[in-house]
């Protein structure tokens, strides 16, 4: 049985995330997300650096609802 990592604090994210880690944010699949950061059809921007696919995290967590510094004010 395969076992899947815990998804990571949003407060603690880096700018930048690889495009597994945002992909386990949004509950899709390994090919599933390449295939849609290949065809420009990722929910959020994707930025292509050399043969890697990396995804700025302030959009994927807007597209998620989720506002850390508004969290860690309250």
């Not at 599933?32 to 696919?53: C, E, K, M, N």
């Amino acid at each position: 049985m395969a076992t899947t990592a815990p998804l990571p604090d949003p407060g603690e994210l880096p700018p930048i995330l690889d495009l597994m880690t945002a992909a386990r944010l949004l509950g899709i699949g390994r090919t599933t997300a390449y295939q849609l950061a290949r065809h420009d059809r990722f929910p959020v921007p994707v930025l292509r650096i050399g043969a890697s696919y990396k995804i700025p995290t302030a959009p994927l967590l807007d597209l998620l609802g989720i506002h850390p510094a508004a969290r860690d004010a309250a």
